[in-house]
């Protein structure tokens, strides 16, 4: 990271390469897939300069495996992928939520379904973040909208991973992804990072899955000689699995609610001219830029608009929404796909007033039609349209 601190032309793909590597991550296991494969060819160039290692594995559900395995072992540890491979990892990242191990799975978007458009943005693995793999489980996914924020948001998911012993998600869309800006980026040295809470004191009853009371149990560092047992099967403190109702119920409630516990930690947002605000749009990444620019022209029009951009997309900053859209006659959800964060959106503001202007052609949406949509709505006499769609 040396002499980063002078701008710098990058691309958004090797900013979360290098973010990752200043983060501390030693262990990169993937497999090629656009248009994620930059990220694997920046961390195979960097990472054994630092005494890191890098697998090109036999497929995705392999690559995730190895990074259980490795974090598991001590690592900080990542893979890189696109949606048919998020699709493929989706079993071992349910194994690493219910084992509590930290790891950091990127997903750069692409169109879809199947092996849909690889080269072309899109918005569609959403709803696949938050509930792709089986089960009840908790899930943080950041959502970053520019090379710089790629950066910072990689950092905090090794972060959030080592605190709170979970895999955490980075949704890039491929705009960002291949999108190259000039930043200015920290020395690694100024970097706040998190180290993973190892367990330490008596090893006798020790309990590797243990009701802390920050909810975060600590890790045992093999070789430590501390007892642990792991299994994706549901299990108690010990680690061992178990069926009875009142230690599966103990056992989940505390997965969910080490989530709620730290939503200081997780939660991040932008707020642009969100207070008075009659018309709130609701996007994220490369979308959210666009609704930045289409909320400021609206403005110059007189239009009461205003952006709330997640950069946390799971968990969604739901107060904050409330808020928001409380006095708001519409709240517009502009995104790439056909309308999945827009649910969630409408289950929190009412169907009523939550409006969709969805694309998926593999086109990015211009703030020209978010701007086209808010002064439909400014002019439409306070009704909402139910969710319905506006495309292009």
């Known amino acids: ?18 973010a990752a590597i200043a983060a501390g991550c030693r262990f990169y296991a993937g497999y090629p897939i656009t248009p994620s494969s930059e990220v694997a060819e920046k961390m195979a160039a960097e990472l054994p300069a630092v ?18 395995g490795a974090s598991m072992g001590g690592a ?17 990242i349910g194994y690493a939520a219910m084992t509590e191990v930290p790891c950091v799975v990127v997903n750069v978007m692409r169109g879809g379904p199947s092996t849909g458009m690889p080269t072309r943005p899109a918005q569609g693995d959403v709803m696949q973040a938050r509930w792709g793999t089986h089960g009840d ?22 972060n959030l991973a080592e605190a709170l012993r979970m895999p955490v998600i980075l949704l890039i869309d491929e705009v960002v992804g291949h999108l190259v800006e000039t930043v200015t980026l920290p020395e690694a040295t100024e970097l706040d990072l998190v180290e ?15 009701v802390t009371d920050d909810l975060v149990p600590p890790m045992p560092r093999p070789g430590d000689g501390y007892r642990a047992h792991t299994t994706g099967l549901t299990h108690d403190e010990s680690g061992f699995p178990t069926q009875k109702p009142d230690k599966v119920t103990r056992a989940i409630a505390r997965l969910l609610e080490k989530l709620e516990r730290h ?16 018309i709130l749009v609701v996007a994220y990444g490369i979308t959210g830029r666009a609704a930045r620019k289409a909320v400021a022209l609206a403005h110059e029009k007189g239009i009461k608009a205003g952006l709330l951009r997640p950069v946390t997309l799971w968990p969604l900053p739901e107060d904050e929404l409330r808020r ?46 978010i701007l086209e949509r808010i002064e439909g709505l400014a002019g439409s006499g ?11």
């Open 1 to 18: 990271m040396s002499n980063r601190t002078l701008p710098v032309n990058l691309q958004g793909n090797h900013a979360c390469a290098l």
């Open 51 to 68: 005494g890191g290692v890098f697998v090109q594995m036999e497929d995705e559900i392999g690559s995730m495996g190895a990074v259980i």
């Open 76 to 92: 900080k540890a990542m893979t890189a992928t696109s949606g048919p491979g998020f699709s493929l990892k989706q079993e071992n």
């Open 137 to 158: 489980h908790p899930t943080i996914a950041l959502a970053p909208s520019s090379v710089k924020e790629v950066f910072d948001e990689t950092v905090r998911a090794f």
């Open 196 to 210: 993973r809470k190892w367990a330490d004191g008596p090893k006798d009853g020790f309990q590797p899955f243990a």
């Open 263 to 278: 939503r200081d930690l997780i939660d991040s947002y932008e707020a642009v001219q969100c207070d008075g605000a009659e």
């Open 324 to 369: 928001f859209a409380a006095k708001a006659r519409h709240v517009l959800v502009p995104e790439m796909n056909a309308g999945q964060l827009c649910h969630e959106v409408a289950r929190i503001c009412g169907e009523s007033k939550t409006v969709l202007l969805d694309r998926f052609d593999g086109e990015a949406i211009a703030p020209a039609q």
């Open 382 to 392: 306070g009704k909402g349209n139910g969710g319905s769609r506006g495309r292009r």
